[in-house]
């Protein structure tokens, strides 16, 4: 499996990131090759914005040029996903801020996910971001105080809101042998 990183400063993302998704992955589908290559092209509007006042068009704007710089780039490389991770703050992370993102999003349709959590959650949420991309849900209720859901039986479980962990419950796993995004490699 290939997942192409940007990182808008070089050692964004949390350097036990591959060997804790390789361990989720081969928990669940036996050994699993995995394989993080650079994304060489520069989002140069979402630097270039940084500073700028940005209202929801412009935020909406940059973060469509984004998604579609991305496609275009993997267009002839079938088998990717891709995880950008930015600081905070960067023109990038207000733009999904703007968008009512809190610390990153995922579009598994498009294989692209975004990261920008704080330092001290960067490896917790780059797991739950781009397990999102393998087609795993969420394990607590969209509603306030985002109780998890009966499903999750397991109490440390990052894909639970605010447990900042490692760990995945057995319905994520189950979600992961079946999941059709991974069935491609
Ligand atoms: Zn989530
Ligand atoms: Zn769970």
Redesign the pocket.
């Given at each position: 499996m290939i997942i192409y990183v940007y990182q808008e400063k070089k050692g964004l993302l949390h350097p036990a990131f591959k060997d804790r998704l390789s361990d989720i992955l081969e928990s669940c589908l036996g050994s699993t090759p995995l394989d993080l290559l650079p994304y060489p092209a520069i989002f140069a509007n979402a630097i270039n914005s940084a500073n700028a006042p940005l209202d929801y068009v412009a935020a909406a704007t940059l973060v469509n040029d984004a998604i579609i710089a991305v496609k275009n780039y993997v267009s002839d490389r079938p088998n990717y996903f891709f995880l950008g991770v930015f600081n905070k703050p960067s023109g990038m992370q207000r733009a999904l801020t703007k968008l009512g993102y809190q610390w990153g999003v995922?579009w598994p349709e498009d294989k692209i996910s975004f990261d920008y959590a704080p330092e001290d959650s960067r490896l917790m949420n780059q797991l739950?971001?781009t397990l999102?991309l393998f087609g795993v849900d969420?394990c607590y209720e969209d509603r306030p105080g985002h109780p998890a859901k009966v499903t999750c039986g397991n109490s440390l479980c990052f894909?639970r809101y605010g447990n900042n962990t490692s760990q995945v419950c057995a319905h994520v796993r189950e979600q992961i042998k079946a999941s059709e995004q991974l069935k491609q490699y």
């Open positions: 995922s739950h971001e999102h969420d894909m």
